[in-house]
């Protein structure tokens, strides 16, 4: 394998592509065929897309991406589905702010870097509809390389079953890649997705993982592949489901509360928040997972 891996960079980046196709394609679908329930006699959701870019210090070309973003949807309120390949060098506080390897040997020697991924954030209209979180990504540099990334449910309004099924897609999923990883990967989101400042987990969990690197390229790709595909069979029934529901004021008050939580942890623990910043990435497309509207009592 190429030290520069220039052909399973362009294949990582061109999934991270088609994942984001699909998941716009069927969100957009939801807006569609939302027929009955609440708010189903306003136009449907749209998603607004523009290219982000990333310049360095010097001004050269360091990448981008696409942001892709619907607000005032019939079933999102808001949701951004991004996609972005970057690279360049990292300085001394973005290695610092890496989201798995630090210290890597002859990081400091020759701080290039590259990485693709794909990152997604809904916010439903409906109280009752989980809010949503996916992200998966590849990184290199000269010295190691590695996927991570995962996907979460936040619901301020807790189903068992929702709950229950949105764990038995990501076990299915990962089943095939050895029994021994969902429960793995649960517990690895469990312990990510925790406020210790609330001593409460975010949400519900889900799978989350980091520094994955097997020796073996391909291997992690398929893995990383598959946490992406179980995201829609996991999450658009649940929306199906829950989008016809009627709701009160009070639920209304508990979904915005939940966001409120929501913002606190991107804001003052999420690995991506932080290296999207440091690394001088668009502001706007790093910080899209934040809620439209959010309350603190």
Not at 187 to 199: K, L, T, V
Not at 256 to 267: D, F, I
């Amino acid at each position: 394998m190429s030290s520069e891996m220039k052909t399973e960079k362009a294949q990582a980046a061109a999934w991270f592509r088609t994942l984001r196709d699909q998941i716009v394609a069927a969100f957009e679908g939801l807006e569609d065929s939302h027929a009955d329930g609440p708010l189903s006699d306003q136009t449907p959701g749209r998603f607004e897309v523009s290219e982000t870019t990333r310049n360095s210090d010097d001004g050269s070309d360091a990448g981008g991406g696409l942001m892709s973003v619907m607000r005032g949807g019939r079933v999102f309120e808001k949701v951004g589905v991004n996609v972005s390949e970057v690279y360049g060098t990292l300085g001394e506080r973005a290695q610092n702010a890496m989201a798995a390897r630090k210290g890597i040997p002859g990081m400091k020697d020759d701080p290039r870097f590259w990485a693709s991924g794909i990152s997604l954030v809904a916010h439903m209209q409906n109280p009752h509809a989980p809010a949503v979180h996916m992200n998966t990504r590849m990184f290199w540099t000269p010295h190691a390389w590695w996927f991570g990334g995962g996907s979460d449910l936040n619901p301020c309004i807790e189903y068992d079953e929702d709950t229950a099924h949105f764990h038995g897609q990501q076990k299915k999923h990962l089943d095939p890649h050895g029994g021994l990883l969902y429960p793995k990967l649960k517990a690895w989101a469990d312990e990510y997705f925790y406020i210790p400042h609330r001593n409460r987990a975010r949400g519900v969990g889900g799978i989350f993982m980091d520094d994955r690197n097997s020796g073996e390229w391909e291997r992690d790709f398929a893995l990383t592949q598959d946490i992406g595909r179980a995201f829609l069979p996991a999450f658009v029934p649940l929306v199906e489901k829950r989008r016809v529901q009627d709701w009160s004021d009070a639920d209304k008050e508990a979904q915005l509360v939940h966001r409120g939580l929501y913002a606190e942890y991107n804001l003052v623990y999420d690995r991506g928040t932080k290296f999207g910043l440091e690394t001088g990435h668009d502001a706007n497309a790093v910080l899209m997972s934040l809620p439209p509207l959010a309350k603190w009592i």
